[in-house]
């Protein structure tokens, strides 16, 4: 063990560094992307579900958040990869908020049922 820390010490450069850190960011942002998008296909059948329109500027805003993202990869690791995080997790606040109510109903219907 102490072989392959010491191994790792000495090869381990800067530019190792922006690699393994665009690599750990490029996952986040898959991560985060599928949790958004599942909450507003949520949200959404919710929403169909108690009649009223469907997600439409939130899904807008959801896939160009998709098509910038690969501009992340060519950029610092960092402030880009943190703002991309900002919008996707106010999108999940914002639909959390204004579906809030409709949820709990659809919780309850189905729990009682």
Known sequence: MDKIFLWIGQNFTSDVFKLSTMIQEAFWSIAELLIVLFCLKIANLIRIKKGKRR???????????????????????????????????????????????????????IMNS
């Open 55 to 109: 997600i439409v500027i939130r899904y807008m805003l959801f896939w160009c958040i998709v098509i910038g993202n690969p501009v992340m990869l060519y950029t610092m690791p960092g402030l880009t990869h943190d703002c991309l995080m900002l919008v996707n997790f106010s999108i999940i606040v914002y639909t959390a908020i204004s579906e809030g109510k409709d949820l709990i109903s659809i919780h309850n219907e």
